[in-house]
């Protein structure tokens, strides 16, 4: 089957750093995105990672293990405007694109 | 246009009456995906059109459903005979080639059946 598991809900202090993990069983693999979402908005694009290892961009870095269906997101230096659900998406085989149902953000001053 | 647009943002409809929604992708993007999202819920796949290509309809939650798309332009989604279990955001995005590109989302339309 396919499947894509985040952590429901997490809360992190503003300056602090962040970690976000998604696990993913799928039919085949053909990229991971992480999106932000803020509540009542369209999600927007943060990161894409097809191969292994750690794409940085800004505050924002997206960890890849393609062996272990693991990505991670990693938000440093956490702003109020940080809170967000935070969703990870995975293109199987196909092309399709499955999506998890996302990680709610919490960031408290 | 510069971005994705959808019509209307807010529809809100009885019980077994149909319903159609639009969407405007970006100009030149060749893939368009529609989602579903309930409230606190992820994104749920729909359809995905690619240029020319038959589309993958594999998402479709039942016959009800059904989308169409003219081209590499404007698509809509139909949802026949609504029920109260339809209520959600749909939101479409487009991206230029195919799902390995971002995907450039909608505002999306808030759908209620009552």
């Known amino acids: 089957g396919q499947n894509i598991d985040q952590p429901t809900e997490m809360t992190a202090t503003e300056g602090a750093i962040v970690q976000i993990n998604c696990t993913y069983q799928?039919?085949?693999?053909?990229?991971l995105f992480w999106y932000q979402q803020h509540a009542g908005e369209a999600p927007t694009f943060l990161s894409y990672?097809?191969?292994?290892g750690l794409e940085e961009k800004g505050r924002f870095s997206s960890f890849l293990s393609r062996s272990k269906g693991y990505s991670y997101l990693l938000l440093k230096e956490l702003q109020m405007k940080d809170s967000a659900s935070y969703l990870c998406?995975?293109?199987?085989?196909?092309?399709?694109?499955?999506f998890g149902a996302g990680t709610r953000l919490f960031v408290k001053a | 246009g510069a971005g994705v647009s959808q019509s209307p943002s807010n529809k809100v409809t009885e019980k077994g009456k149909d319903v159609e929604l639009r969407c405007d992708p970006i100009?030149?993007?060749?893939?368009l995906y529609w989602y579903r999202q309930r409230l606190g819920q992820g994104l749920e796949f729909l359809i995905y059109?690619?240029?020319?290509?038959?589309?993958?309809k594999s998402g479709l939650p039942s016959d009800r459903f059904s989308a169409e798309r003219t081209g590499e332009s404007v698509s809509t989604l139909t949802i026949q005979r609504t029920q109260q279990e339809d209520s959600a955001v749909y939101l479409c995005a487009s991206s230029l080639l195919g799902p390995e590109e971002t995907q450039y989302f909608g505002p999306g339309t808030r759908l209620l059946v009552l």
């Open positions: 799928t039919s085949g693999f053909n990229g």
């Open positions: 059109f690619q240029g020319n290509s038959a589309p993958d």
């Open positions: 998406a995975v293109i199987q085989a196909g092309f399709k694109t499955i």
């Open positions: 100009s030149g993007h060749t893939a």
């Open positions: 990672n097809v191969l292994d």
